[in-house]
Every structure is written in structure tokens, then in C-alpha cells.
């Protein structure tokens, strides 16, 4: 049964700190997206890529946020510095050509 | 500008009865495509359907049935003698189609659904 991956399922870090968030996604899936979800704003899209290539970064604060995918079974996501209202649940997701998006359990960040 | 509205915030049931969650979209894409999922207290956010813009039969799986229409812009999600384990947080999600697969999904606010013993 192919999943989505996500280390750490949880962070708990000081303001300041540089925090990496991981996603494997599913094998042969050529899209990877990365969602945040918060009580205030709900569930938003930070970035997404396709065949490793980014179209759109627009949710992501870029001073702090950077997001790649060094290659087509790492994607990651950089906070740093991180802030108190970084503390959210993030998700990746991935999909292929079938428009069906799979998402993994999510890292629960928490920036004290 | 894509828009997902879910009205209802929260909806409690007695067990084995029938729920309906709403769902009504705003898009100017013509291809488009609709998307429910649910969020059980474990967080994780399970896919549940996928329908396009060109399909407008109704769907049904087991206890879920779905009923897109195009007409007024709904895709709302039934639960047919509801369990405990259907509560969950349903999102009702919308993205467009580049031709090139998935493009980025558009949220509604979720619908809370409790299940009373």
C-alpha cells in the first residue's frame, strides 16, 4: 500500500530556530505539494513541483520558507528563522496524471 | 479565482442516520475537478473521491454517495446510516487542470461531523 511519507511527525523548536521538514512521496508520482494547515487560515497550499520542477511558491513567506526537491524521492521544507506563527500542521502531498492527490500524516510544528 | 464554500461549521447526528454535507464552488475554469476528504481526530487527511467537471452521474461507495451538480455548482458528500467512526472533519477541495496532472487543491473550511452513540 504506497504512502506518503513525513519526518518528523512532530517538531517542537524555539523561535530562531532552522527547522527541515521531509516528504517521500509515492513512487511514480510526478507532483509534490506542500500544504499548511492552521485553525486560522485552514488548510493552504506553500509550494508545489512537477517532475522536481517548481510552478508556484506564492503561499510561502520566501524570506524565512524555501521548499526544493533535490531529487524525485526528497522533498523538503526550510523554515528559518522560525516564528511562533510557523506553529501549524504540514503536509505534503503527491499525484500523478490521474489528478488524485495523496497526502502524508502531516508534521505537527510547534515554535515556542 | 477559485472559492469552496462549506456552510455548515459543525453537525451532530444520532447513529445510523443519514447526513449530507454540502459543498458549493466558484471557478471559471471550465475543466475542473472536485475532491472530498476526511480528517479524523488522528489528523491525517484521507482522499475519499475525486470527480471531474465532465462527470456529472452520481457516485456511491458503500454507505457514501456523492451528488455533483453543475447546475448549481454543489458536489455534496451523503453519509447513509452514519457510524461513530464517520466522525471526522470532511473538506471539500477544488483545483483546475493544466493538462499536465495535478495542479494545487483549494479548500473549503471543512464541515465537523459528530456521530452520537
Known amino acids: 500500500d504506497a504512502r506518503v511519507t513525513q519526518t518528523p511527525r512532530h517538531k517542537v523548536t524555539e523561535m530562531g530556530q532552522e527547522v527541515t521538514m521531509r516528504c517521500q512521496p509515492i513512487?511514480?508520482?510526478?507532483?509534490v505539494f506542500w500544504y499548511r494547515q492552521t485553525m486560522m487560515q485552514g488548510l493552504e497550499l506553500l509550494a508545489y513541483?512537477?517532475?522536481?520542477?517548481?510552478?508556484?511558491d506564492s503561499g510561502m513567506p520566501k524570506d524565512r520558507f524555501s521548499a526544493e526537491m533535490p531529487d524525485a524521492t526528497l522533498a523538503t521544507l526550510k523554515i528559518q528563522p522560525s516564528e511562533p506563527r510557523d506553529s501549524a500542521v504540514y503536509f505534503c502531498?503527491?499525484?500523478?496524471?490521474?489528478?488524485?492527490?495523496?497526502f502524508g500524516p502531516g508534521t505537527r510544528l510547534t515554535v515556542t | 479565482a477559485q472559492k469552496v464554500t462549506q456552510a455548515q461549521t459543525e453537525i451532530s447526528v444520532v447513529e445510523k442516520e443519514d447526513v449530507t454535507l454540502d459543498c458549493v464552488y466558484e471557478?471559471?475554469?471550465?475543466?475542473?475537478?472536485l475532491f472530498w476528504y476526511k480528517q479524523p481526530p488522528s489528523g491525517e487527511l484521507v482522499f475519499l473521491i475525486r470527480?471531474?467537471?465532465?462527470?456529472?452521474q452520481n457516485e456511491i461507495s458503500g454507505r457514501y454517495s456523492w451528488n455533483f451538480q453543475k447546475s448549481t455548482s454543489s458536489f455534496n458528500f451523503t453519509i447513509t446510516a452514519s457510524q461513530v467512526v464517520d466522525s471526522a472533519v470532511y473538506f471539500c477541495?477544488?483545483?483546475?487542470?493544466?493538462?499536465?496532472?495535478?495542479?494545487?487543491?483549494?479548500f473549503g473550511t471543512g464541515t465537523r461531523l459528530t456521530i452520537i452513540p
Open positions: 470527480r471531474n467537471s465532465f462527470d456529472e
Open positions: 471557478t471559471r475554469d471550465t475543466t475542473y475537478y
Open positions: 477541495a477544488l483545483s483546475g487542470s493544466s493538462g499536465f496532472g495535478n495542479e494545487k487543491l483549494t
Open positions: 513512487l511514480g508520482h510526478n507532483t
Open positions: 502531498a503527491s499525484g500523478s496524471s490521474s489528478y488524485e492527490q495523496y
Open positions: 513541483f512537477r517532475n522536481r520542477a517548481p510552478l508556484d
